[in-house]
């Protein structure tokens, strides 16, 4: 078992068999304390039986006198100690006295020594009347009262608590056995999803956690193995960048070398048209490379945002009439819904203005002559929902999770025109500015993105 599995099944048992010590503590001082209670109700009951007989024997005899036998009699049925003086004080009998000197019944051995009546040691005592007056006074101590008690009281609570500490043993055990199984149970899966972070640690981006289970570790499970497949997603863009990147700066770079060389060797000539074919790369790598600044450039700006209140619809109507030109050259129609409230967003004009170039500027370049684009929005509770939907080519579902990262184009045959950042740069802007993006879209009927953005008042 691993360590967290080890700890676990730890704290489960202090926790099962804490409470079942404590439980059992609080059973057995029930037990003795309502064992008390029980005997001392009895002892009263038989207290009063005694008295009452004692006080028929004072009545039968007329006095105290010869009444040894008789008493004696009754400490031995009732297994009571005990004290009787007459109206003067004086001892008529004594059952400890009779006890010290080996007459009378047998008790345990640990009997503890008395040496005096203190009133203190005694449950009660009682005052003998014949008559409604008073002819001596009666002490009694009952088994039990210094922990003497009878067989059949002995064998009774005994009994119970050798009960209660078979119980404890058998509910110590199964607590240790389901503890250990689900310790086992719950710690499994953590220790396969640890198991599989140092596979994926290591690269192997293929590997997969396998979770029979219905709740919220297999929940877990799955979000791991979908990050796993993004991960892997990811890697394969990351190559695939790389490559494209560096094939698309050593194409003008090499254009570049060779027009140099062959200007060098005389086999063509430095003239006007070759010094501008070779400006012409030296201008598509420089371009290249701007690209790839942008994104550093967009994410410092973020970082220190200048705050100011923006109206939303006039800076969209800005932006839009921009491509207005361009729209009705290449027949395309874009409907723009302006009847919403004049509504303000609170962040930085450029970092905003670039966003809805890049997702308009994409609505135009995957869509053909005759389509149509539509930006219309929605106000949620204290946000707007700003919908730039087009009926263009649309992106293939299993590129939509990745649309927003860096570098990733889902056309591959496409240059870098745009090295793939315009979307990682929008989203960069949008969560910037405490907003949200996502995209719908279906293959070959179009693309929808939703901007939300909170309001300022």
Avoid at 303 to 310: P, Q, T, V, Y
């Amino acid at each position: 078992m691993k360590k967290i599995g080890f700890k676990l099944l730890i704290i489960i048992l202090s926790i099962s068999l804490g409470g079942l010590v404590l439980a059992s503590i609080f059973i057995n001082k029930s037990i003795d304390y309502n064992f008390q209670k029980y005997l001392k109700e009895r002892w009263e009951e038989e207290d009063q039986q005694i008295i009452s007989v004692l006080e028929t024997i004072y009545i039968n005899n007329g006095s105290w006198n010869n009444t040894f036998p008789q008493i004696n009699n009754i400490s031995r049925v009732t297994n009571a100690i005990l004290r009787i003086e007459n109206i003067k004080g004086d001892l008529v009998f004594d059952s400890l006295d009779n006890l010290q000197k080996g007459r009378g019944r047998q008790v345990r051995k640990d009997l503890p020594e008395i040496d005096n009546w203190d009133k203190n040691q005694f449950v009660r005592d009682y005052k003998i009347k014949v008559n409604d007056v008073r002819v001596g006074t009666a002490y009694i101590i009952k088994p039990g009262q210094f922990g003497i008690y009878i067989n059949s009281e002995l064998f009774f609570r005994n009994k119970v608590k050798r009960a209660i500490f078979l119980s404890a043993i058998i509910i110590a055990v199964i607590t240790i056995i389901i503890s250990f199984y689900f310790s086992q149970r719950i710690t499994s899966p953590l220790v396969k999803l640890s198991l599989a972070t140092e596979k994926i640690a290591a690269g192997k981006y293929d590997y997969r956690v396998k979770l029979k289970r219905r709740d919220e570790l297999a929940k877990l499970g799955n979000a791991f193995n979908e990050m796993a497949s993004k991960l892997a997603k990811l890697e394969k863009i990351r190559k695939e960048s790389a490559i494209n990147l560096s094939h698309e700066l050593r194409t003008p770079l090499s254009i570049m070398q060779n027009y140099i060389e062959a200007m060098e060797d005389g086999i063509i000539a430095s003239d006007r048209k070759n010094l501008e074919d070779l400006h012409s790369e030296l201008m598509r790598m420089i371009k290249l490379v701007d690209k790839l600044g942008e994104f550093t450039d967009v994410q410092k700006r973020i970082i220190n945002l200048s705050r100011e209140k923006i109206n939303i619809k006039n800076l969209l109507k800005k932006i839009i009439d921009l491509y207005r030109p361009m729209l009705e050259k290449e027949a395309r129609k874009l409907y723009f819904n302006q009847d919403f409230s004049e509504l303000y967003v609170k962040g930085d004009r450029l970092s905003l203005e670039q966003l809805f170039h890049n997702i308009i500027s994409n609505a135009i370049k995957y869509s053909d002559r005759g389509d149509e684009i539509f930006i219309k929005s929605n106000i949620k509770e204290d946000r707007i929902f700003i919908s730039i939907k087009d009926t263009g080519k649309g992106i293939k579902e299993e590129d939509l999770p990745y649309v927003f990262e860096r570098f990733y184009r889902a056309d591959k045959s496409r240059s870098t025109e745009g090295a793939g950042i315009g979307l990682a740069l929008s989203k960069e802007i949008v969560e910037g500015h405490d907003g949200e993006i996502s995209v719908e879209s279906v293959s070959g009927k179009g693309t929808e993105f939703i901007i939300s953005l909170p309001i300022c008042t």
